[in-house]
């Protein structure tokens, strides 16, 4: 079993309406979990931490179920420029971080 | 302020040829990572540098993949001789947490193309 697992998608979201996604991690250990968002040929960069508790930024949520063994990531109003791939990322120990292949974000017009 | 610095963006070679790729992480930023990203997959740790000190390369293939960090401050991956299978983007990564983890920024990677 992969030690991060995401669907890749494509989740396909017409414009204005709510996408969530979740992420399914392996090592129960594991301290301090992330999104990134991945653009097209580019590189990633932090979207937000999950903490416990979860946390919003703007139209983004994100979840933490420990229990299960999972994070999600919710984005309301999807704009255009949302089309992405992010990728979910666990810390299992110090600096040794796990990237998910990525959900893939496809916002549609 | 300047970000994490990658060169070349572009590399084609043959197969058995070798190749190198170097990074200048970002002023302060103790800690520089190389992953390999394929296509449709997520990076993946090739080798971790706190300061000079590689810290995390069991990821590494040894056999024709090499790494350093002189001064630790820039950095040079190595390949020698390039397979096709290593057709990829190399990332580097760099951020200031040491024993935690801080934000990671990432170079624009370097993408190889093995013929």
């Known amino acids: 079993r992969k030690e991060v697992e995401q669907d890749p998608g494509p989740f396909n979201v017409p414009e204005g309406a709510t996408v969530a996604f979740n992420c399914t991690y392996s090592?129960?250990?594991?301290?301090?979990f992330f999104w990134y968002r991945q653009d097209c040929r580019k590189e990633p960069k932090l979207l937000m931490s999950?903490?416990?508790s979860g946390n919003e930024d703007g139209r983004f949520t994100a979840q933490l179920n420990r229990a299960s063994q999972y994070i999600s990531l919710l984005i309301r109003d999807s704009k255009l420029s949302d089309s992405a791939t992010y990728l979910c990322v666990v810390n299992r120990n110090g600096n040794r971080l796990a990237f998910g292949k990525g959900n893939q974000v496809v916002v549609i017009p | 302020e300047a970000g994490v610095v990658q060169s070349p963006r572009y590399k084609i070679i043959e197969k058995k040829q070798p190749v190198a790729f170097w990074c200048n992480p970002i002023s302060g930023h103790n800690t520089l990572y190389w992953y390999l990203q394929n296509l449709g997959q997520g990076p993946e740790l090739l080798i971790r540098y706190e300061n000079e000190e590689a810290v995390d390369d069991s990821q590494l293939p040894k056999d024709r993949f090499s790494a350093e960090r002189l001064k630790g401050v820039d950095s040079t991956l190595k390949i020698q001789p390039a397979e096709l299978g290593d057709s990829a983007v190399y990332l580097c990564?760099?951020?200031?947490?040491?024993?935690?983890?801080?934000?990671?920024?990432f170079g624009e990677g370097s993408r190889l193309t093995v013929l």
């Open positions: 090592n129960s250990a594991s301290q301090s």
């Open positions: 990564a760099s951020s200031t947490g040491t024993g935690g983890v801080g934000e990671l920024f």
């Open positions: 999950v903490y416990s």
